[in-house]
């Protein structure tokens, strides 16, 4: 028998989406959580808020993304109180990029920053692995990203309306589901604009189908599913 080694290096992985819209972002996210093969959590929370206007999506190592999380959370409401104001959305990206950077020999984790603020209005921010900041009219991460490129080439659009966006996000993160054996389980979501943050949830039951995953008809399987014929009747 062979014998697996505890020790080895896990593949953690998920699909994280930010999306910019007419007016705000939508922050997607799946809900499987997995220790190599092992399926660790599935309707975990990988969508966190940082501030009333910002949150977040963690990918990657799920113990150093919470933990980055939690210290630009502390720190943002340390900024927070010293100005008296809201954080806009750059400045929470980059301490997220911030503390990402300075330890980045010691972190495993990819993040999506997006929000609102009044200055700025809607903003994505993408922070890979290693701590480089990119802003983005949209961001995808985590394993199920691969999947996902060609898909958003052809269907992100500027000026898109709020329930577009939303559509789009959850479209994507269905799509990733369908072909990632990393990312499964339901579908969360996170608007935000100028109104606040909507949060919505999407369980896997309600999630479009995909090609192999739609129950097949008029093929082999469905006549080795009916009910056998009786003899045909024997005619002079």
Known sequence: MEKIDFNSPH???????GVTYNG??????????ST??????RASDKIT?????????????AADSQVLSDYVRYFLHQHTIQLDQPATVKVSANLARLL?????????????????SKHEGG??????????IIEQPFAIGGSGSSYLYGFFDQAWKEGMTKEEAEALVVKAVSLAIARDGASGGVVRTVTID???AERKFYPGDKLQL??????????????????AAGPEPMRE
């Not at 972002?25 to 499987?32: E, M, Q, T, Y």
């Not at 903003?123 to 480089?132: A, Q």
């Not at 995909?210 to 009910?227: R, T, Y």
């Open 123 to 132: 903003k994505i921010f993408g922070i890979p692995l290693g701590g480089t």
């Open 194 to 196: 100028k109104d606040g």
């Open 11 to 17: 593949s953690m992985g998920t699909t994280i989406i």
């Open 100 to 116: 990402s950077y300075n330890n980045k020999d010691m972190l495993q984790t990819g993040l999506i920053v997006g929000g609102w």
């Open 210 to 227: 995909w090609h192999e995953e739609l129950e097949p008809q008029n093929s082999v399987l469905d006549i080795w599913g009916a009910p």
């Open 49 to 61: 808020k940082l501030t009333d206007n910002v949150y977040i999506c963690r990918s990657g190592s």
């Open 36 to 41: 190599g093969v092992y399926v660790a959590n």
């Open 24 to 33: 705000g972002v939508v922050l997607g996210a799946d809900s499987r959580t």
